[in-house]
């Protein structure tokens, strides 16, 4: 039977998805912004994020009053508190896009360092991660949450190299020791996107199973 609390759960589903399309959006932009030294897409990244904040208010408020009123129980409480994890790892999201974006501005300026294809390459990987968490939570799908959490290794042997090639540039050039550290910086805001999509993809597996699957056993005994 469909009841108020379906209803308003529907709701609280629809400003995630929301959100997520606000935050996809962001970290698309602010990648764009880096390899294109695109100024206006970094303000449109700085500017937007004022409504991915106000989500995340909508959202919990809107969550605490069914925990409060509505007593939900099973699935239903721990979708409720899924959409919590979820809408507070997303505004974290949308804080890296931003940081990405200021970083873009600085380094708009001033010559282009030789690391933009490898910096675009995590990029991608990145919001991928992120898109496939949104698409796992949209759907419920268990599996498609899995293979995010996966994809994080690789996200995490880019950001490894990635600063080993600036740090060596650096050392070699010094000169562009501060175009270096933002860069490593930005590299540094891109593998935390990754780490962050995990944490959705995590939230995912629990709202359908009620499990928490940070520790690798879960994993090994799939």
Known sequence: MYTHLHEEIETLKLKVLKMVSLTEDAVEKSIKAYVNKDLYLAEEVQDGDVEVNRLEVEIDELALRLLALEQPVAGDLRFILGCMRISVDLERIADEAVNIAERSIMLSSRPALPFH???????????????????????????????VCSLDNEVDVLNHKNMREVIEYMIHDTPAIERSVHTIILIRRLERIGDLATNIAESVVFIARGVNIKHKLYFDER
């Open 117 to 147: 294809e490898n910096v675009r390459e995590m990029g991608s990987k990145a919001l991928a991660m992120l898109r496939h968490a949104a698409q796992a939570f949209s759907s419920g799908n268990v599996e498609a949450a899995l293979q």
